[in-house]
């Protein structure tokens, strides 16, 4: 049976972080589910416009709603921040009767579109697990992730009523997905802490301090390499771990993959970069 979404593919997805667009292809297809692109969606947001303007912010998200809402499907993205403020805004919209009428207005006037709030906004690992199911992954692995892997989800993800049947508090999908793979997950207590995305322009050395705790605390349990089901805090642990290093003085250096890339990696697609990244885990080690 094919699983049907509306595709939002999160933030940087397409300028900073291709490989997760570029993974997304081979990987829904092997996965059995279709993704129908909202044309001319925007940015979620990503928790910076909120805090200037939240109304624009609750507008923009108001009008993806409505395009997945036109073609009757709920959203799926990759991206554990995109899903966070969708979900915030999708509760807040549906919540206040007063608030979504007047975005409507402002839906209408703009771009003449309405919602009502028959959508929903799901992210990839829970489409994997609750919609699809860990065993008929891993009857799909060609190549096992024989590594220890640190689970990072992120502070956005874990939404209550937005995570499936995960505990919001104490989630473990990431870890039972790695499993199904054949990795073997490590207990970590960082794997919902903030790494300041998308403050990085603004605050870099805050930034680089909260990104080298989560580093170093992956490292120091023992883990070989960290999976994120953010795009954006998996570009920052990934492309900042020499400047978060230089900054505090602790070990940074650990491979950090999206959590749509290792998938592609397991289905076998991609068989080049998998190497590269055994390759990679071996060079750095702990």
């Known amino acids: 049976m094919v699983i049907k979404y509306a595709y939002h593919p999160g933030n940087i997805a397409h300028s900073g972080s291709p490989e997760v667009a570029d993974s997304m ?22 928790g910076i416009i909120r805090q200037v303007n939240q109304r624009l912010q609750l507008t923009l998200n108001a009008r ?20 966070g403020n969708l979900s915030e805004d999708l509760f807040l919209l549906k919540s206040d009767p007063i608030l979504l009428a007047e975005t409507n207005a402002t839906l209408l006037k703009t771009c003449g579109l309405e ?3 028959d959508t929903s906004v799901t992210h990839l690992l829970h489409v ?5 199911g860990l065993d008929k992954v891993e009857s799909m692995v060609v190549n096992p992730i024989d590594f220890r892997v640190a689970s990072y989800y992120g502070p956005n993800i874990q939404q209550d009523g937005f995570c499936g049947d995960d505990d919001v508090y104490d989630p473990n999908y990431m870890e039972q997905l790695m499993q199904a793979l054949g990795g073997h997950p490590v207990a970590w207590e960082s794997r919902t802490q903030s790494v300041g995305a998308p403050s990085l322009l603004s605050e870099e050395p805050t930034v680089l301090k909260l990104a080298a705790s989560v580093l170093n605390d992956a490292k120091s349990e023992g883990a070989q390499m960290i999976v994120s089901a953010c795009n954006l805090s998996h570009s920052i642990m990934d492309i900042y771990q020499g400047k ?43």
């Open 64 to 83: 993806i709603f409505a395009q997945a809402e036109a073609l009757g499907l709920g959203i799926l993205t990759p991206c554990a921040s995109t899903a």
């Open 128 to 132: 994997i697990v609750d919609e699809i």
């Open 244 to 286: 978060a290093s230089q900054r505090t003085g602790l070990k940074t250096d650990i491979p950090v993959v999206h959590l749509c890339e290792i998938l592609c990696f397991a289905l076998g697609h991609y068989n080049t970069r998998y190497a590269q990244l055994r390759t990679r885990v071996l060079v750095i080690g702990n």
């Open 115 to 117: 919602f009502t709030g």
């Open 25 to 46: 292809v081979p990987l829904v297809k092997s996965l059995g589910i279709k993704l129908t692109f909202l044309d001319g969606a925007t940015s979620c947001g990503a």
